[in-house]
């Protein structure tokens, strides 16, 4: 087709010219098919332009599914580490982070002391992270926050970082409530994933103990036998996911009188205490009785769950299993995969 036009508009100049009584240089006429290739050059980068624009979106869902399922995939041997760790010779769950009585400072907003050993470094010996383990040193200083254990607890192993996460990377410094540096000048390691703690936020009041108030399977001193869990472990939450992009969240542990703090881009956002570093709740709560954060509720509290996968995260329940849980799913449903005995009914995966 682009030949017979470019005949026809040959012609078309000769008749002109010739009318005219001039000549048609070679010139002239040598120059019209270049009109034609520089159509088909339009028309085909015009087809390319489109074709990229229908296949960029299914590219960027294949990578994000790649990354999601690597999520998984570190979640699933974090939940499988748990396991271990009560199939040790203690045969307990590990502690959401752990508190001694005897040990000084106290925060006497929460209660908390040393050491904070996390969850994250109570089951590290499990996840083929048993140097780390073995350089910590929970009884140096005040735990986490000792100049001795500042190599370790500063690392941040690849397992505990969701490949979907847009946040920083680097190892972050500890912040007081106030958003000061941390009197200890401790840094840590950053984490993807907390603990579930259950409906309450315990960390908000001066307590001893948190039991009667924490009814998650993981919180401060826990250290649970697996017959707590009696709603199932199958439909129990035990760890999910928290961005770094909202939140500075930790693996190793926490210190007393330390805060998360939202990230610029969620500054509508409020800090909380030192728990907040390792763990999460999803409500309702004492001061907030009729409230339930599903997983990246827009509110993004430093508290809850909140994933930068679209549509919802992934958690791990006490089985070890991997689900990825809807943004949209029913609150009471939610909640009651949140706590380890509420007696409530929670029918096939909890969608």
């Known amino acids: 087709m682009p030949g017979v036009l470019a005949n026809r508009l040959r012609m078309a100049e000769t008749r002109h010219f010739a009318a005219q009584g001039q000549s048609v ?4 006429v040598a ?3 270049l009109t034609g290739l520089s159509i088909e050059m339009l028309v085909t980068i015009a087809i390319v332009a489109s074709l990229v624009g229908l296949l960029l979106p299914a590219v960027q869902a294949a ?6 399922s690597g999520c998984s995939v570190n979640l699933r041997q974090l939940g499988l580490a748990i396991l271990l760790t009560h199939e040790s010779s203690r045969r307990r769950l590990p502690a959401g982070y752990v508190s001694e009585p005897s040990r000084m400072p106290v925060d006497p907003g929460s209660l908390d002391r040393p050491p904070g050993t996390g969850w994250g470094m109570l089951i590290a010996a499990y996840l083929e992270e048993s140097a780390l383990a073995d350089r910590y040193r929970p009884a140096a200083g005040i735990g986490i926050g000792a100049l001795e254990n500042r190599g370790v607890v500063s690392e941040s192993p690849a397992i505990f970082r969701c490949p ?13 409530e106030a958003g000061e540096p941390h009197a200890s000048g401790a840094v840590l390691g ?15 009041e001066p307590l001893e103990s948190w039991e009667g108030e924490a009814n998650g399977p993981l919180y401060r001193n826990s250290w649970l036998k697996l017959s707590r869990v ?14 770094q992009r909202l939140s500075q969240k930790a693996w190793a542990g926490t ?3 330390a805060a998360s703090h939202p990230s610029e881009a969620f500054a509508g956002s409020e800090p909380d205490g030192a728990a907040t570093l390792l ?5 309702p709560a004492d001061a907030e009785a009729e409230v339930i954060h599903p997983p990246n509720d827009p509110v993004a509290h430093v508290c809850q769950m909140f994933s930068d996968h679209p549509g919802g995260c992934n958690v791990a329940c006490g089985d070890g299993v991997v689900r990825f849980i809807s943004e949209s799913i029913n609150l009471d449903v939610w909640a009651a995969m949140s706590s380890i005995a509420g007696g409530e009914a929670v029918a096939g995966d909890g969608q």
Not at 25 to 28: A, I, N
Not at 190 to 204: L, M, T
């Open 25 to 28: 240089s070679r010139t002239t």
């Open 31 to 33: 120059e019209v098919p």
């Open 63 to 68: 990578r994000e599914s790649a990354r999601r």
């Open 164 to 176: 979907s996460d847009g946040g920083p990377r680097a190892a972050f410094q500890v912040l007081d």
């Open 190 to 204: 950053r984490s993807s994933y907390v603990a579930n703690a259950g409906h309450a936020e315990p960390w908000g």
């Open 230 to 243: 009696s709603d199932g472990l199958s439909k129990t939450v035990f760890l999910g996911e928290h961005t």
């Open 255 to 257: 210190l007393p009188g």
């Open 279 to 283: 763990l999460v709740h999803s409500g």
